[in-house]
DNA sequence: GGTGCCGGGTT
DNA sequence: AACCCGGCACC
């Protein structure tokens, strides 16, 4: 209990006298290694200083090259940076870390967490991590191809929709551009997917080889420009990815290849065969937002979803809405439910109550009808007679309807 | 007046 | 639910 009381200023002070303590021990070599080790990590979090004496630069150095050749050498070399950008926007429930776990912990673990975690749930086979980066990847050339505002978002959502917070939207992004970043470009052509490291390169392939066109760049119309597409490749895995996902992102960018459309009604399915039901799903979300950006002018999902709803339904009604993509359906009916009343939702409100109000008239006429006609066909008491009442249906003896002749 | 059956009551 | 019946609309 007195823990509990004093607990704001006794973690305080704990923190305070361990921050000192860390400083204040160069000697510890774990410490100070995972200090270094923090450092490579991350910017963020202050270092106390104080004394950098040589000895320490050559720490420096000593770690650094550690560090280095282990990324160099090391298969992992994927894992880290996603699993650092995560920790660093907050979302480490991936990792499973159950507790609330205090900076210092974190970051004197968090040098090897992301070194040995990544076994548990994001070795490179598994999909979970390479699978976000991909699926979101794809969104982001398009979105740089075309849309304004898309860049930075669809990427992130992934990560911002774990923890919630549009702040650390842009964090990771700069992240992972700072670290290698590589374009490459794309052919788009149908069954090509060639990929070259040079625009040139590519304009030339499908020069040469689509359009049948052996003049030089100089008689180029600038056709070539819709044929493919460029990528940022960040690292093996992503690269990776993004080879078998590729075919996606042109889909958005770029209108003359036919494959555009299946590609990206394949991609939603690849998220979905993912055992990952998280990330995958977040992943999907991202295609729907974006979708949504790019087919009308939404303001934001859960206010405008009626207005979504409401103009996707006038465009065209939910059973279609499989034809275009997964990511109409979902939004549609989840939000026309919920519809407050824009103008249009309104109206599409009023259409189906109306529908409802001639499905359930109906009855009333038919009722009221058969009231008024009774039935021509004879009955049982007319087939059977007074005498043979017990012939007579139930109902006809109950001077019900008839069941045994009806009409 | 005969017939079909709804609405309602009784068991 | 099974059974009964008053009463109405229709022929």
Not at 86 to 103: H, I, R, V
Not at 122 to 135: E, G, K, Y
Not at 207 to 229: A, M, P, V, W
Request: aromatic share 6%.
């Amino acid at each position: 209990m007195e823990g509990g009381c004093l607990s704001p200023e006794a973690v305080e002070e704990q923190r305070l006298a361990d921050g000192k303590r860390l400083s204040r021990d160069p000697d510890t070599r774990s410490v100070s290694l995972l200090e270094q080790k923090r450092k490579v990590v991350s910017s963020s979090i202050d270092v106390p200083h104080a004394r950098r004496s040589e000895e320490e630069v050559d720490m420096d150095k000593v770690t650094a090259a550690m560090v280095l050749t282990s990324l160099s050498t090391s298969p992992l070399v994927r894992s880290p940076p996603v699993k650092v950008s995560e920790a660093l926007s907050g979302s480490w429930k991936d990792n499973g870390s159950a507790g609330p776990f205090t900076p210092s912990s974190n970051s004197s673990s968090g040098g090897y967490w992301s070194w040995s975690a990544p076994s548990d749930q994001s070795n490179p086979s598994t999909p979970s991590p390479p699978l976000s980066a991909d699926s979101f990847k794809p969104f982001r050339v398009p979105s740089l191809g075309g849309v304004g505002p898309g860049p930075a978002g669809p990427e992130d959502p992934s990560l911002d929709e774990q923890d919630g917070s549009s702040l650390l939207f842009d964090e990771p992004i700069p992240r992972k551009r700072k670290n290698s970043m590589k374009v490459m470009f794309k052919c788009l052509w149908k069954n090509c997917g060639k990929v070259l490291s040079t625009a040139a390169g590519i304009q030339r392939h499908i020069r040469t080889i689509h359009l049948g066109r052996n003049c030089d760049s100089d008689c180029s119309d600038g056709e070539e420009d819709f044929y493919y597409t460029e990528i940022k490749l960040n690292t093996d895995s992503v690269a990776e990815g993004l080879s078998s996902l590729s075919p996606v992102s042109p889909s958005v960018l770029s209108p003359p290849p036919p494959p555009q459309q299946p590609p990206d009604t394949k991609e939603p399915h690849a998220g979905g065969t993912t055992p990952l039901s998280r990330s995958a799903p977040s992943a999907l979300y991202l295609i729907h937002t974006d979708h949504a950006y790019q087919a009308t002018a939404p303001v934001s999902i859960p206010s405008s979803g009626s207005n979504l709803a409401g103009s996707a339904c006038t465009s065209f009604t939910p059973t279609n809405s499989s034809s275009f993509s997964i990511s109409w359906q979902s939004p549609p009916v989840t939000f026309t439910g919920n519809t407050v009343s824009p103008s249009k939702s309104q109206g599409f409100g009023e259409q189906r109550s109306q529908t409802i109000a001639v499905l359930s008239s109906p009855p009333r006429a038919t009722t009221a009808l058969s009231r008024k006609v009774r039935g021509e066909g004879k009955k049982c008491r007319k087939v059977y007679g007074m005498e043979n009442r017990d012939m007579w249906c139930t109902a006809c003896r109950w001077k019900k309807a008839c069941q045994r002749f009806t009409d």
